[in-house]
């Protein structure tokens, strides 16, 4: 599709935020405002970081066999 017009109507920068779809702003480009390009921003510090989904620590893992333990005495 070649489009190489230039188009009245639509502003050249204009394009839709990422996060929202909403009319992206000049101060918050290509976002439409603060909160999408935070949103966005934490995104790549948590992708980054590979934030564990669940992570058991082994006082834990402890904590909850002498629990069951305790629950079930005949188990061992
Ligand atoms: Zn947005």
Known sequence: MTDKRPSSDTPRR???CPECSKLSVEPFYPFCSKRCSDV???RWLS???SVPV???EPE???ELE???NAEDPDRM
């Open 14 to 16: 204009a394009r839709p």
């Open 40 to 42: 966005d921003l934490n």
């Open 47 to 49: 992708g980054s970081y």
């Open 54 to 56: 669940v992570e058991l």
């Open 60 to 62: 834990d893992l402890a």
């Open 66 to 68: 002498a629990r069951q």
